[in-house]
């Protein structure tokens, strides 16, 4: 199975497990599932972390590697996804989780998040 990763389950399967859910962690610990991290998620820890919101300079440092090394997949942004999330009820403003929603949807992956915005999108979420 094809599963998509929030910022913060992304963040959370590095540093804090145990801040994951049992059926979030159970989903990226099987190895039979494909992870992938949306570009969005990339972009957005990184304004995150340039205006001091987040402490993650050591983790975008050497993402590519990290990310490779852990086994999870990147996930370019398409213009078919941008029209998508352009086109989505204004159910949420965050741009980067309309991205993961639209990404979602367009591809049939479920999202691991603890943000219930995404169960508005009718795309499935495992938390």
Known sequence: MNLLLDSHALLWSFASPARLSLDAR???LNPQHRLYVSAAT????SIKESVGKLDAAIL???LNRTLLERGFRRLAIST???LRAGQL????KDPFDRML???S???NFPIISSDAVFDRYAV???W
Request: proline share 4%; glycine share 0%; hydrophobic share 60%.
């Open 26 to 28: 159970a989903a990226i």
């Open 60 to 62: 975008l440092s050497d």
């Open 124 to 126: 499935q979420r495992i």
């Open 80 to 82: 078919d996804h941008a």
């Open 105 to 107: 949807q367009a591809l």
């Open 89 to 92: 009820p204004l159910l949420h």
């Open 101 to 103: 929603a639209a990404q």
């Open 42 to 45: 990339v972009w957005e820890l």
